[in-house]
């Protein structure tokens, strides 16, 4: 199937007299006849269902349908982005390891990476995404377990090299985790690219209505664990009576062991009706993507002219940095530009606040246009020298293009640039 005929028909087939529209399984629970039955699923958890802090029905239609669209071999979701940008991580390192990431990264990502997770003794070593060879190479160290990077960075719109990323990953046999949040599946499949492992934060296009957050994770099969050195994946697990998951399930050993052991102990499951709505979102996802595209390239070529903004950042005009990796990568650069206004912080915040179509919020990938500040906002906590190293400058606001009529969205920019 075609990704237009995936979002409405992957993950659910109702069966003779079933509910046409994906059920929402409202349940905790699971009842089972025989005691014994019951206990061999604590030894063999995807033997059948437990409890809904592993698994339900209705979230677990959505995860296939979710993987079906990235082209992976399984997935799960987690009640936000930062969940699944945690677990994809924690699945392979433990303290004493590191990871290497690109530095043009979402705030709340440098801050998970650079704080958080060096409190629980695991080190992020930061690279650019335009690092050469040699210089990502130079960041592995014995104890690299992954490399991590976005398709698209929120909010510097850089371009990540997947293939390139991917074969230096490869070669240190380590896997490549991609956040694919801005473009979907719709517009790239970096799976298609070399990367092993994807995560989202749902709660932007893939929802696209700012109902509920949420996040997953895709598992692509593809990597070879045992050609590397990860025990958690490899060697016996002691608390599910030594299972090794690369003997028992083979390729999905990595989306598997993430259920079992991490969703297991931190439950960040999402609700069942939660799950429901984030289907309701990618059933239009296809078609909502190309109009968000289509709406974001009028807008950027817009503002390239406007007089007040000193450079616009869109990776679908030919004159931006990142046009050629667009060009390989994507099929449309989402709904997101970034502009630096002339004046800088100042002229910003009085653009912002002039806006009156555009809600000014924290959020992005809606169906309404919302703009934000990221320096003083979702990038709030990073230095002065991490926000250069994301490419941020002071003046940079986040446009997120919504559905609404193209001239419109243009016409409320125009008049909060007057009154500049």
Partial sequence: MRDETKCLHSGYSPKDTEPGALPIVQSTTYVYDSTEEMGSVFDEPTKSLIYSRFANPTVMA???????????????????GQA????????????????????????????????????????????????????????FKPNTKAVFGETVANSALTVLDI??????????????????????????????????????STSKY??????????????????????????????????????????????????VKARMQLMRDFGVYPSANSAFLLNLGLETLAIRMERYCDNAMK???????????????????????????????????????????????????????????????THVADIRTCVLHPATTTHRQLTEEQLKAADLDPGLIRLSVGLEHVDDIIEDIEQALDAL
């Fill in 206 to 255: 893939m929802d696209g209505h700012a109902l509920q957050v949420g996040g997953v994770i895709v598992d692509s099969g593809g990597f070879d664990w045992s050609a590397g050195d990860f025990p958690g994946i490899t060697e016996p697990d002691m608390s599910y009576r030594g299972i090794r998951y690369t003997d028992v399930y083979g390729k999905s050993a990595y989306i």
């Fill in 299 to 361: 807008v950027a070529k817009y503002l390239i002219g406007a007089p007040k903004i000193e450079r616009v950042i869109y990776p679908g005009l030919e004159t931006d940095k990142y046009y050629p990796l667009a060009r390989k990568y994507l099929k449309g650069a989402s709904g997101v530009i970034a502009l630096v206004m002339k004046g800088g912080k100042d002229s910003a915040v009085r653009f912002l606040d002039s806006l009156k179509l555009a809600s000014n919020e």
């Fill in 163 to 200: 293939e390139k990323f991917a074969d230096i990953a490869h070669s240190h046999h380590v896997p490549l985790i991609i956040d694919n949040t801005f473009p979907t599946p719709i517009l790239c499949k970096p799976i298609e690219f070399g990367a092993d492992i994807i995560v989202h």
């Fill in 62 to 80: 959505v995860e296939r349908k979710i993987a079906d669209l990235e082209g992976g071999i399984g997935a799960m979701c987690t009640s936000s």
């Fill in 84 to 139: 699944a940008t945690l677990i994809s991580l924690l699945n392979l390192c433990k303290s004493g390891d590191s990871f290497i990431s690109t530095s043009q990264i979402y705030g709340g990502s440098v801050n998970l990476f650079a704080v958080t997770l060096k409190k629980l003794g695991i080190e992020c070593v930061f690279v650019s995404s335009d690092a050469s060879a040699d210089e990502i190479n130079a960041a």
